[in-house]
DNA sequence: AAAAGTGTTCGGGAAATACGAACCGGCTCA
DNA sequence: TGAGCCGGTTCGTATTTCCCGAACACTTTT
């Protein structure tokens, strides 16, 4: 079971090369005309009609022969997390919650199958990981991810299994679907999730759900080190600190 | 000398046209596909091939009809901003100087020509103006834009007008260039620039460049309701404030 | 039940892109 | 100093890809 992908009928391939080249820039954090030019399957002279292109309008820059992606990403990114209600009410609780647990706190929201950090905030002591802002991953590789999922009707988890399948990140990645499944199950039960080291070595998360009339809007989580994240700490405090800011918020979502 | 604009030899239009359509759902705050082939002008058939294909990558979300812009730009734009290197060092003082004067505090660099504030910290009585994270503006039309056009070699500054010429955003806008070129020897004699009414009604700012390596590498500015920025306070508190914060920055920036 | 408004599919013609070759400019190294 | 190299830029042509209108399917309105 491999992502299947069947994608739109009349794909605009000239946007899909564009979205490429610029994921490339990303992934390659920053590449030269040659680079690109050998990453994509593209004449020279075509990858450059492109970043000149993009360049022109703000989407990529260009220092000394190296070409980035631009800040006016930033723009349409920034103003695409204003449309998501959660995130205003969350955000002062994350920042509560980074300063209780001193850990990186977490909020995911899901669009299209795919998870988005909205928001992070670390607290004194957190994992120095790249947990940038906006980052996107895949909701069975995180506790917040599956915190979702848990919540989400039936079939729409089988259309984004259907879509994005099941990779895997580290060897305790759930690759498994009725594996998933019966976790799911237990998550919604219970009302908390966890990642153990699914994704990253040596990263733990516990996450919880947050409701809006009836419906999962996303998920908060507080990842910390294996070392740090006990059994203990995880039942007692932090367990504890997650259903208080997930209250508040709820609270403050239903009246918004 | 309105913009000349003259742009690539061979610009790729069909990512032009992809970026216009997203820029216009941002503009239009979501909208539907008959909407949107009313913008643009392109058949109905055309733009839907185009919503559909961004869909399938995240960079657009449809519900019931209307079409948004995805938080897939998120990803990429969070990630162009931790490319630039003022952005964490300046962070917490941004706070600290949000904090402070209870005003908007905003960070801005430059890029293209184009100005984006990549962080903004509103303070308890912060104005509130739409003014998110990621927002992009004109140089010549706020105070921190200024600051920075005022350090830039001269011939950048030439072909940033040459590109963008000087729109009107209120009747204050300096729209006329020996006018702007005037203000911009007074601010780098004096070390601060002003924003009186410029881009919005009712708003001032004070700024202040920030330096790496004797380039400006971006500005730090407060802005507030004309109401509460007198002349008294400008000069005597707010100053010191951002001479503080910009000291600081100015330290750590050439320690990493 | 008909009509109006949406979104989706289809196929041919035209235009935009892919493509390679040739050109240019700066660097390195002999 | 000059030849060669490496990267970026320009150009013209072949053809892929997109534009486009029309026809279809679906929902909602009256």
């Known amino acids: 079971m491999v992502q299947q992908n069947t994608g739109p009928k009349a794909p605009v391939k000239t946007a899909e090369r564009t979205f490429e ?9 920053g590449a030269t005309l040659t680079e690109a030019t050998d990453a994509l399957d593209l004449p020279k002279s075509s990858v450059h ?7 022109h309008r703000g989407y990529v820059v260009e220092t ?23 995130y205003p009410v969350a955000e002062p609780e994350l920042e509560a919650l980074a300063e209780e647990t001193g850990e990186l706190a977490n909020l995911l929201v899901e669009q299209d199958g ?6 992070r905030k670390k607290g004194e002591n957190a994992v120095k990981i790249d947990s940038y802002n906006g980052q996107q991953i895949l909701l069975h590789t995180t506790a917040v991810g599956k915190a979702i999922l848990a919540n989400l009707p039936g079939e729409r ?4 299994l259907e879509r994005h399948g099941l990779p895997e990140k580290t060897e305790r990645t759930i690759t498994d679907r009725e594996a998933l499944f019966d976790e799911l199950d237990e998550i919604r039960t219970e009302g908390f999730s966890y990642d153990r080291e699914e994704r990253i070595h040596g990263l733990k998360c516990v996450a919880t759900p947050v409701f809006h009339d009836g419906d999962v ?3 908060i989580s507080v990842t910390g080190p294996t070392s740090r994240m006990s059994e203990e700490r995880i039942e007692g405090e932090l367990k504890q600190q997650l259903r208080n800011a997930k209250n508040i918020i709820e609270l403050n979502l239903s009246h918004s």
Chains 1, 2 share one sequence.
């Open 21 to 29: 080249l610029v994921e490339f820039l990303k992934d390659a954090d």
């Open 157 to 160: 988890v089988e259309a984004i």
């Open 64 to 86: 000394d022969g190296v070409y980035e992606v631009g800040l006016r990403f930033l723009d349409l990114g920034a103003y695409a997390r204003t449309n998501v209600p959660l």
């Open 49 to 55: 009609n492109y970043l000149k292109t993009l360049e």
């Open 114 to 119: 795919r998870g988005t950090f909205i928001y």
């Open 217 to 219: 809007a996303g998920g």
